[in-house]
């Protein structure tokens, strides 16, 4: 976005982890800073070089090493994207569940060094929840190999977590076990209008009461993004009228097709009963559901038509609405 733009006096590519540890050794030894590099797609400018920095990009690391139907694990290296991961569980009939709007380009290295969060945390969690194992290179060059696909294990410190979220100040990950989960059969999507946002908090805790764990993701889109979408993104049909304060895009994933899609219903209909949603929409097709998400993708996309400063931050849901005006 311009905020930051200075040219790398050097940019290395390696290939294998044994080549991480040659670089960290040499650079540590000369007191070299570095600025590693994922898919690029961060908010906070971490992969954008300092001065005198060199920038190590994991562009040439992307294999994806093995899917383990058994144990339901695949190992990555750190450059591989997170939408090639998701395509390589979906073709083992399994769910890699963490999902950002950046997935065709942010890397895995990069979600976990940055403990992305997602679409899906209400169900799957964080990053974090969702790796078994990590190898990392330390400043120095010394290789951590905590490379294990064993669930059950309680071996001494658990390493891995040292290393996710701790956005390359500990190390640098260059492999990981991703835990995979059981896809799920069934995928209902709504967007729901809704009046105040004091209503938001009580839709969200009416759906989890309804749908337990079916319930996927729940996500909340303010007016004035659902009005840009509507006005600048030409290819996307807003599917609600422009004029409610908040948009809810919930999403109910189960094992039961013959009801869970009657269950959102029935749980949208008490809802509104209630008084907490205006007016929804259910996507009764894959065609359909890709449409609602379409919308939600581009409310963070469509920020960026005009001058932009962009942030990623956490707030208790009782300060959202505050901050929202």
């Known amino acids: 976005m311009g905020a930051r733009a200075i040219r790398p006096p050097l940019l290395l590519r390696p290939e294998f982890t044994s080549q991480v540890s040659q670089i960290l050794a040499l ?3 000369h007191k ?3 600025a590693p590099q994922g898919g690029m797609t961060g908010l906070v400018s971490a992969a954008a070089p300092l001065e005198g920095e ?5 562009e040439r690391m992307k294999s994806v090493i ?3 139907p058994v144990t339901a694990t695949m190992t990555v290296e750190a450059g591989v994207e997170l939408q090639t991961i998701q395509e390589q569980a979906d073709a083992h ?5 963490l999902d950002l709007g950046a997935r065709g380009s942010c890397t895995i290295g990069g979600n976990l060094s940055t403990n992305a969060g997602g679409n899906r945390v209400i169900r799957y969690g964080m990053t974090r929840d969702l790796v078994i194992g990590v190898e990392a290179v330390l400043a120095d060059g010394t290789v951590i190999d905590c490379l294990r696909k064993l669930r059950k294990n309680n071996t001494g410190y658990d390493l891995k977590q040292l290393f996710i979220g701790s956005e390359g100040t500990l190390g640098v990950i260059t492999r990981a076990v991703l835990k995979l989960s059981a896809k799920p059969s069934s995928q209902s999507v709504a967007l729901c209008g809704v009046r105040s946002f004091s209503d938001v908090p009580r839709l969200l805790m009416h759906m989890q009461s309804e749908l337990g ?8 889109i303010w007016n004035n993004a659902y009005r840009l979408i509507d006005e600048k993104v030409t290819h996307i049909t807003v599917p609600l009228a422009t004029g409610y304060a908040f948009y809810v895009l919930i999403e109910s994933m189960g094992n039961n097709p013959d009801t869970d899609g009657e269950q959102l219903v029935s ?6 009963d209630a008084g907490l949603v205006a007016e929804a929409i259910i996507a009764d097709s894959d065609v359909k559901i890709a449409n609602l998400w379409a919308v939600r993708d581009w409310a963070a996309e469509v920020m960026g038509i005009g001058f932009m400063h962009a942030y990623d931050v956490s707030l208790d849901i009782a300060d959202m609405g505050y901050f929202g005006d």
């Open 27 to 29: 650079c540590h030894a």
């Open 32 to 34: 070299q800073p570095i």
């Open 54 to 58: 060199i920038a190590l990009s994991f």
């Open 66 to 68: 093995e899917v383990d």
């Open 93 to 97: 009939s399994l769910l890699f569940p």
């Open 213 to 220: 764990a079916n319930l996927s993701a729940f996500e909340v």
């Open 267 to 272: 749980s949208l209909g008490s809802a509104s």
